[in-house]
């Protein structure tokens, strides 16, 4: 992708529900209008046999356990969704669909009381070290994620925490999960299922996946990690039961996103993530033989805070008054105006625009109102200095704003927020990250006091949200929220009526955006440039890939 991106997690995956009651009418995430996804569909049959698909990353994934907190990295998702198990997913309309490839049935029903899952394997799934996928490797998942505090480096527990048992049912391929109290978004609960050897001890759950996914089950296996050419190569699996796929090889690239534009023109790759890179954007348009494909999709920009320099970012009012010095609209128009002419600022932390349950949460915050931010500093004591820039006690009101290397949007995007927020009296230092250590050595591990990236939205965000607002949530990097936030949060996943669900999720949104635990700046479309012979491969918006039918058309 051409910029730092985190996921939003419940089980790493978007991937969808089944069966009533706790099927398709819990659901608050998805597309009101499909999402428009363009991929130049085009029937297998119709694509050359084999090939090399050539997917460009900006870093390459520095742990392939994609539920440890180290690979929760959207480039990390990417590879593993070509040999993981996913039970369902989103078709081409954002229908909710079994996959039969390795559940030939999922349903959801009431057992005395409690919700119990019941997931009908189907017999021919097997990891590539022959043994079939089965009870072991779905108990060995909830133990390793059903809380914190047990040493595995987990991303999140939610919905794991609320199972109570998983045991054999009728046959041998038969799990039957059964919840202590009704969970409405269970649907993407062990999606991107994980071998019981993973997650059998601690430090092979954190470490035993860096250097190769040991065990998987795919129409692809992992072949290659070349840390000297950035590259992560997964190969066609033999061993696959399902319809083979088109493809022989995917090679994972990593290069800066100055670079990839180039590359794309030249025919090193066969896929950019234009994203809003506007120059990148103009010159794909231009070129005959590559197609510019997008749609809606669940990516959003924004400012988070961190745990450091907490004498100013951990004051409340010193947030709130930095979100009304920062005109989001004119970033969002610099910034993405180019791509999508009708860009306006994101304002739901929960709810994207195009999505069931969209409002605007930001209350008194959202618009720019540097009379309101002074009334707010004043009040707390933040004095102006001779310099323009306020200090209390001896404290100068001065946040390091990070932002990572390669990356012009990103450098941009700071620097208005930067000049804006002076004339509050704050001073936002544009702090230059190289891109290879953003996340490993500031965001993940909190190292920060403000820095810029995007979270990756589920299609079920009631149920992601928790873990990014939650006092002490893995992804609430600067523990900034409330017990209130998190009763709604509670209150929501524990219900089954949709309209009290959104109603009470944006309730906690609304407490979010009071407390400024991050600065929602834009919604980011799903904008791709390919070769014009990529065929099943593009914008998906909030559907799902196919990794088995992506490839390239014949010859004319």
């Known amino acids: 992708m051409n910029s730092k991106i985190i996921k939003r997690v419940i089980a790493l995956a978007i991937a969808g529900a089944v069966v009533a009651p706790f099927g398709m009418t819990t659901q608050a995430g998805a597309a009101k209008n499909d999402g428009n996804r363009q991929i130049n569909e085009t029937p297998v049959a119709n694509l050359k046999k084999g090939g090399v698909f050539r997917f460009v990353q900006v870093d390459i994934c520095p742990n392939f356990n994609t539920s440890a907190i180290e690979g929760n990295l959207l480039n990390c998702g990417q590879v593993m969704d070509t040999m993981l198990p996913y039970f369902t997913y989103f078709d081409k309309n954002t229908k909710l669909q079994i996959k039969k490839e390795y559940a030939l049935d999922v349903k959801a029903s009431r057992v005395a009381g409690k919700q119990v899952v019941t997931y009908k394997l189907n017999p021919k799934a097997k990891w590539s070290n022959g043994k079939t996928i089965g009870l072991a490797d779905f108990v060995g998942m909830w133990n390793a994620l059903k809380k914190t505090g047990q040493g595995f480096n987990i991303t999140s527990s939610v919905g794991y925490e609320k199972i109570e048992s998983v045991k054999k049912g009728k046959t041998a391929n038969e ?108 010159r794909a348009r231009e070129n005959a033989k590559i197609s510019v494909l997008l749609a809606k999709a669940p990516v959003h920009e924004h400012f988070t805070f961190g745990r450091q320099n907490p004498a100013v970012v951990g004051d409340v009012a010193v947030r709130q008054a930095i979100m009304l010095s920062i005109d989001r609209y004119q970033i969002a128009t610099a910034i993405q105006g180019v791509v999508d002419p009708k860009v306006k600022p ?52 001065s946040v390091r704003l990070g932002y990572p290397s390669g990356n012009d949007n990103r450098r941009d995007t700071v620097l208005l927020a930067s000049a804006m927020a002076k004339e509050a009296g704050i001073e936002l230092v544009p ?126």
């Open 346 to 397: 994101n304002n739901n932390h929960v709810f994207l625009d195009g999505v069931a349950c969209n409002q605007d949460n930001t209350g008194n915050l959202g618009k720019r109102n540097i009379a309101a931010a002074a009334k707010l500093l004043d009040g707390a004591g933040w004095v102006k200095g001779s310099d323009g820039i306020r200090a209390k006690g001896g404290v100068r009101l």
């Open 175 to 282: 799990i039957v999960v059964t919840f202590s109290e009704t969970y409405p978004d269970w649907q993407p609960l062990f999606n991107g299922l994980k071998p019981a050897s993973l997650t059998a001890t601690p430090a092979a759950f954190n470490t035993s996946w860096k250097a190769a996914p040991l065990v998987t089950a795919g129409p692809f296996k992992f072949k290659a990690l070349d840390k000297v050419t950035r590259t992560i190569t997964v190969e066609r699996d033999k061993k696959w039961w399902g319809d083979k796929a088109v493809l022989d090889t995917v090679i994972f690239k990593a290069l800066p996103q100055v670079a990839q534009v180039d590359a794309l023109l030249n025919g090193e790759i066969d896929y950019m993530d234009i994203g809003n890179d506007s120059n990148a954007l103009k």
């Open 431 to 556: 702090t230059l990250i190289p891109s290879a250590d953003y996340f490993g050595k500031y965001v993940l591990v909190r190292n920060f006091e403000m820095s810029i990236f995007a979270w990756v939205g589920t299609n079920f965000p009631i149920a992601s949200s928790p873990n990014l607002y939650k006092v002490g949530g893995a992804q609430n990097f600067g523990n900034i929220g409330s017990a209130q936030i998190d009763s709604l949060f509670a209150k929501a996943n524990n219900i089954l009526d949709l309209k009290k669900r959104c109603e009470l999720a944006n309730q906690a949104d609304k407490e979010v955006y009071k407390l400024v635990h991050s600065i929602t700046l834009f919604q980011r479309n799903n904008v791709v440039g390919v070769p014009k012979n990529v065929a099943n491969f593009g914008a998906f918006g909030f559907t799902s890939i196919d990794w088995t039918k992506v490839g390239f058309t014949k010859s004319k």
